[in-house]
């Protein structure tokens, strides 16, 4: 398996990984047109015969902040290290673009504090972070929990 940046060709199998999991309420559906608009935010996980089989986005909220969305892995890969994968693709991002912090809204909780990320309060995030909330269906009754993880960024 390999991680690279998503390109085009990529776009239908992610819209249908993060899709698969909106449909039953654990993320946020993502239209084609909002997957191809923010196409570089994306990294994918190729396996052996370069299909796709995981996907996530680092997506820059502010100057020193990021936020981890729309990771979604095949269901039959599940537990072979590739959230994982994704997620250092994304910390790897931010370090180089000296973001300090990233942050992921998530009904996975376990997941995330295996990769190391903290639970917060949803309340210490900026206000600005919640503009996407009106798309959600569970809205406004939010349900997911707030991770974040402090990166150590390279030194410019």
């Given at each position: 398996m390999n991680i690279a940046r998503a390109t085009i060709q990529d776009v239908p199998t992610m819209h249908r990984l993060i899709n698969d999991y909106a449909n039953r309420g654990d993320m946020l559906p993502r239209a084609l047109s909002?997957?191809?608009?923010?196409?570089?935010?994306?990294?994918?996980?190729?396996d052996d015969d370069n299909a796709v089989v995981g996907c996530a986005a680092l997506h820059v909220i502010w100057m020193d902040?990021?936020?981890?969305?729309?990771?979604?892995?095949?269901?039959?890969?599940?537990?072979?290290?590739?959230?994982?994968?994704?997620?250092?693709?994304?910390?790897?991002?931010?370090?180089?673009?000296?973001?300090?912090?990233i942050f992921s809204l998530t009904r996975q909780p376990g997941f995330f504090e295996r990769v190391?990320?903290?639970?917060?309060?949803?309340?210490?995030?900026?206000?600005?972070i919640w503009?996407?909330?009106?798309?959600?269906?569970?809205?406004?009754?939010?349900?997911?929990?707030?991770?974040?993880?402090?990166?150590?960024?390279?030194?410019a």
């Open positions: 909002q997957i191809y608009e923010n196409l570089r935010d994306f990294f994918v996980v190729r902040l990021a936020e981890v969305r729309s990771l979604a892995v095949d269901e039959r890969r599940q537990s072979e290290g590739i959230g994982a994968m994704l997620i250092d693709a994304c910390i790897d991002e931010a370090r180089e673009l000296g973001l300090p912090r190391g990320f903290t639970l917060i309060d949803k309340s210490q995030l900026p206000h600005k503009a996407e909330c009106y798309y959600c269906p569970k809205f406004p009754d939010c349900d997911e929990v707030a991770f974040m993880k402090e990166v150590e960024t390279v030194a």
